[in-house]
T-cell receptor, first 112, second 114 residues
């Protein structure tokens, strides 16, 4: 039972380009949408997160766009760098409910 | 340094053997989690615990067991009933709710079958 669908599975972007990863959810009770970044052999780390009362959140080169009516959210990485090469997971959870549901991940490769 | 410590980093299991993965945290978090990571399948929840002496099954609990006798520790046992145990196992703790809520992950244990 996959409640968060993530695409694409893999992505290759040239240095300086924009990386875009998309997620869609089904459960309208979700009210917290984080993105995690994972480097090989390491655990994921929180990158940026958004709540549905805003449509966009920006932190440096990373932006989350959120469309509540479409039940979709996306991560945009501006001016992508080789150091951004990692696997990115979107996730969703509900306040007061301890389970966090993850997407299937996107492996990003930024080539020079 | 505050964080999640998982050990060992690599573990090999023989057929019919139970193995235990260690997870310790010094973040003083109540909630702790075990996830299994397989290529192309993301992170799937095995078990989670919201408080000492209490834990709940996640989405793929069959073949696994846990205990939560101390706030700092949440060990996972992979039993012989788990027929496909080869995976990367991640332990996490969760900060309290609100705008700063997030999961803190350990560096993982890679379990392989001999």
């Amino acid at each position: 039972q996959q409640q968060v669908k993530q695409s694409p599975q893999s992505l290759i972007v040239q240095k300086g380009g924009i990386s875009i990863i998309n997620c869609a959810y089904e459960n309208t009770a979700f009210d917290y949408f984080p993105w995690y970044q994972q480097f090989p052999g390491k655990g994921p780390a929180l990158l940026i997160a958004i709540r549905p009362d805003v449509s966009e959140k920006k932190e440096g080169r990373f932006t989350i766009s959120f469309n509540k009516s479409a039940k979709q959210f996306s991560l945009h990485i501006m001016d992508s760098q080789p150091g951004d090469s990692a696997t990115y997971f979107c996730a969703a959870s509900t306040a007061g409910y301890q389970k966090v549901t993850f997407g299937t991940g996107t492996k990003l490769q930024v080539i020079p | 340094d505050g964080g999640i410590t998982q050990s060992p980093k690599y573990l090999f299991r023989k057929e019919g053997q139970n193995v235990t993965l260690s997870c310790e945290q010094n973040l003083n978090h109540d909630a702790m989690y075990w996830y299994r990571q397989d290529p192309g399948q993301g992170l799937r929840l095995i078990y989670y615990s919201q408080i000492v002496n209490d834990f709940q099954k996640g989405d793929i609990a069959e073949g696994y067991s846990v205990s939560r006798e101390k706030k700092e520790s949440f060990p996972l046992t992979v039993t012989s009933a788990q027929k496909n145990p080869t995976a990367f196992y991640l332990c996490a703790s969760r900060s309290p709710g609100g705008s700063n809520e997030k999961l803190f992950f350990g560096s993982g244990t890679q379990l392989s079958v001999l």
